[in-house]
């Protein structure tokens, strides 16, 4: 748009000076207003069609001497776009013909006029041009460069990122698998052998949990070994799933009371993995450091939104240590889903966690 308006203003500045000279009195050839109609269109398409601008206004100067500063513009133009090629030859070589039909021979002031206007309109718009072609040039190298170093930075974290996950892979199945698939096998073995049928049961409970726990690590470890910073997404669990969590932590042995309202309610997929999170740690939490207590798990309404909560009795000492971590992904989960956390002591000997959710949540989980 910028460039369009300085090529209408120019086109208009010039043809509206070779008009006024017309109309002050200076005499011209008989055709020399197509030679201004010439020029007017040539500036203003210098930029789409550089080489016919260049040999039309170069042309127009052979009706009337006073086109001659035209093609400095269109000149200027032919050398910028096409650089040092045959098209900024060609116009250099066309505008000194012209020049040079202007001048006798023997007339050596003329000479020196000559050679002023080849300065003025052949040689300085030349020169300007070729520099900004190289200077177009250099910013489109410069710009080259900068694209392929960041490709290639790119390129390197994605390496880095998928040399990194799959090294934990390799941890995470050493270690952890192993060490699960173990509990898996010795609690199959005990089911078989056990001296009560409370054992086996007990022992079935925990090789199923084993067994599911190993599953969704391979799950897990296939994502980590897949190429690109973007692996596929694991199975989502949902509001639906708080149930199994807690019939399948009674069957462990801890004393789960559950207060689900029949049928769920309907929330978004984002609140609902949220909502599922929380109660899976809440439990798992409950059972580390308060082993023995019962747990009450509910599933409320505030308004339209979703209350989650889930209470059992402060122990004395805990069963087992904790990093901290838990409560702060609940928050960062909650958070993230538009909702609230509460997690501590309530005053009435209960840690308590409970999770509020607005109507209609976010969608950023």
Not at 118 to 131: F, K, Q, R
Not at 174 to 201: M, N, Y
């Amino acid at each position: 748009m910028r460039n369009h308006l300085i090529d209408v203003s120019l086109a208009l500045a010039v043809g509206g000076l070779l008009v006024y000279s017309g109309v002050e009195g200076i005499r011209h050839p008989p055709l020399w207003p197509v030679a201004v109609g010439v020029v007017v269109v040539s500036l203003l398409l210098r930029r789409r069609f550089p080489l016919i601008a260049s040999l039309a206004t170069t042309t127009a100067t052979l009706f009337t001497p006073l086109t001659l500063f035209a093609p400095f513009f269109t000149i200027y133009t032919v050398a910028a776009q096409r650089g040092p090629k045959w098209p900024t030859w060609v116009s250099v070589v066309a505008l000194l013909a012209v020049l040079l039909g202007f001048v006798r021979p023997d007339d050596a002031e003329g000479w020196m006029v000559i050679g002023v206007w080849v300065v003025l309109t052949v040689i300085v718009p030349v020169l300007a041009g070729l520099w900004m072609y190289q200077r177009a040039v250099l910013l489109d190298a410069l710009r080259d460069r900068a694209d392929q170093a960041e490709r290639e930075r790119d390129l390197l974290a994605e390496r880095a990122v998928t040399a990194e996950r799959r090294r934990i892979a390799r941890e995470m199945h050493d270690v952890v698998a192993h060490r699960v698939s173990i509990v898996a096998l010795q609690a199959g073995a005990l089911s078989v052998r056990a001296p009560d049928e409370a054992t086996g049961q007990l022992a079935e409970v925990i090789r199923e949990s084993s067994s599911a726990a190993l599953n969704e690590l391979r799950d897990i470890l296939q994502v980590l070994r897949e190429e690109g910073t973007e692996p596929r997404a694991l199975p989502a669990p949902a509001l639906s799933g708080v149930r199994q969590l807690t019939e399948d932590l009674s069957a462990a042995g801890s004393r789960v009371r559950a207060e689900l309202p029949d049928p769920l309610p309907q929330v978004p997929d984002p609140v609902g993995r949220a909502a599922y999170r929380i109660v899976q740690e809440a439990l798992t939490n409950a059972a580390k450091h308060a082993p023995g207590t019962p747990i009450d798990v509910r599933l409320g309404s505030a308004g339209e939104g979703l209350v989650v909560e889930v209470a059992n009795p402060l122990a004395g000492s805990s069963g087992l240590p904790g990093a901290g971590y838990g409560v702060i992904g609940m928050r960062e989960r909650v958070t993230l889903a538009g909702g609230s956390l509460r997690a501590g002591p309530d005053g009435a000997g209960n840690y308590r966690v409970r999770a509020v959710f607005p109507p209609g949540g976010d969608t950023q989980c």
